[in-house]
């Protein structure tokens, strides 16, 4: 039965997709830590799906601004990550989401990232497929070389114009003069009150519009049309990994399962178990820098 329900929100926090169900399937036996049989499940899979979230990049010393230290300044993402906050305070926004573009410069893609992306490379030269569909919105799994990546939540070096809607790719730091040296994260310090006219603008011949970061904020919906690729990748898939994300917050939670209830081997690395475990074939507790890159390394059946 296919269930759809578009009710979002920014980032990793519970957010509702479009995506085929079978919650009636039935639990499975305690899921096995046998990194042996998985290898098996991997040396005959064809189509692979790698479902990440914010663990991975954790890994990578990247900032989540949730729970309890999780603040820039006096705020949550939860209170900037809004159309209203944007329509608000621009500039206290941008200086937000400014100061995490320049932290995703210091932090590189970790063994986890690195893992997968040999992965998708070496079996798409045997004609087998590796799809990253990520909650992840910092591009390390672009920049360890992966190629086939669903940002379901967009990325923070992606803009788009309030005014003509285009979206576009920008690396510039600062993203413009008027942000460099802000967005400090202290509580101490004071919001930069940038006037809307030099924030980020869009260089469209004829726009000038405001640019906005290109991820989904709390109250929007995702982009239908990730949302139906996503949704035909895991129902082709042949095995399932579910990597550094909590299966209690959406969309993860909705993915595996589905996947699980169809009969697929899913194999879930987190830190420690979730709701969902016991759904699921597979559990391998640890560091996915740790647990992932021995599970995903050449099977001695591979002869490319």
Same mark, same amino acid.
């Given at each position: 039965?296919?269930?759809?329900?578009?009710?979002?929100?920014?980032?990793?926090?519970?957010?509702?997709?479009?995506?085929?169900?079978?919650?009636?399937?039935?639990?499975?036996?305690? /899921?096995?830590?046998?990194?042996?049989?998985?290898?098996?499940?991997?040396?005959?899979?064809?189509?692979?799906?790698?479902?990440?979230?914010?663990?991975?990049?954790?890994?990578?010393?990247?900032?989540?601004?949730?729970?309890?230290?999780?603040?820039?300044?006096?705020?949550?993402?939860?209170?900037?990550?809004?159309?209203?906050?944007?329509?608000?305070?621009?500039?206290?926004?941008?200086?937000?989401?400014?100061?995490?573009?320049?932290?995703?410069?210091?932090?590189?893609?970790?063994?986890?990232?690195?893992?997968?992306?040999?992965?998708?490379?070496?079996?798409?030269?045997? !004609? %087998?497929?590796?799809?990253?569909? &990520?909650?992840?919105?910092?591009?390390?799994?672009?920049?360890?070389?992966?190629?086939?990546?669903?940002?379901?939540? *967009?990325?923070?070096?992606?803009?788009?114009?309030?005014?003509?809607?285009?979206?576009?790719?920008?690396?510039?730091? #600062?993203?413009?003069?008027?942000?460099?040296?802000? !967005?400090?994260?202290?509580? !101490?310090?004071?919001?930069? %009150?940038?006037?809307?006219?030099?924030? /980020?603008?869009?260089?469209?011949?004829?726009?000038?519009?405001?640019?906005?970061?290109? @991820?989904?904020?709390?109250?929007?919906?995702?982009?239908?049309?990730?949302? &139906?690729?996503?949704?035909?990748?895991?129902?082709?898939?042949?095995?399932?990994? @579910?990597?550094?994300?909590?299966?209690?917050?959406?969309?993860?939670?909705?993915?595996? #399962?589905?996947?699980?209830?169809? !009969?697929? /081997?899913?194999?879930?690395?987190?830190?420690?178990?979730?709701?969902? &475990?016991?759904?699921?074939?597979?559990?391998?507790? *640890?560091?996915?820098? @740790? &647990?992932?890159?021995?599970?995903?390394?050449?099977?001695?059946?591979?002869?490319?």
């Amino acid at each position: 039965m296919i269930v759809r329900q578009l009710v979002c929100r920014e980032l990793t926090f519970h957010l509702c997709v479009a995506v085929r169900l079978n919650w009636s399937a039935p639990k499975m036996a305690r /899921p096995s830590s046998n990194l042996t049989e998985f290898r098996e499940d991997f040396a005959k899979a064809k189509h692979i799906a790698i479902i990440t979230g914010a663990g991975v990049s954790a890994e990578s010393g990247v900032p989540t601004f949730r729970g309890q230290g999780g603040y820039w300044r006096k705020w949550q993402a939860q209170d900037l990550a809004t159309p209203e906050a944007f329509s608000r305070d621009p500039s206290l926004v941008w200086e937000f989401y400014h100061y995490r573009r320049e932290v995703m410069r210091s932090k590189m893609p970790n063994p986890a990232h690195l893992a997968i992306a040999e992965c998708e490379s070496r079996l798409s030269k045997q !004609g %087998r497929s590796v799809v990253i569909i &990520t909650q992840n919105i910092d591009e390390l799994h672009h920049r360890a070389g992966s190629e086939h990546v669903y940002e379901i939540h *967009g990325s923070l070096f992606k803009t788009r114009c309030m005014s003509c809607g285009e979206v576009k790719a920008n690396h510039k730091s #600062p993203i413009c003069p008027a942000l460099e040296g802000k !967005g400090e994260p202290d509580p !101490g310090a004071k919001d930069a %009150r940038i006037p809307v006219e030099h924030l /980020p603008r869009c260089d469209r011949s004829g726009c000038n519009g405001l640019l906005r970061p290109h @991820v989904v904020w709390f109250g929007e919906t995702l982009d239908s049309d990730i949302l &139906t690729a996503v949704e035909q990748e895991l129902e082709k898939c042949d095995l399932c990994l @579910v990597v550094g994300t909590s299966s209690i917050v959406y969309p993860a939670a909705m993915f595996a #399962p589905q996947v699980a209830g169809r !009969g697929v /081997p899913v194999a879930e690395f987190n830190m420690e178990c979730t709701p969902a &475990t016991m759904r699921f074939k597979y559990h391998f507790e *640890g560091p996915c820098g @740790v &647990t992932l890159p021995p599970a995903l390394e050449r099977h001695e059946s591979e002869v490319i």
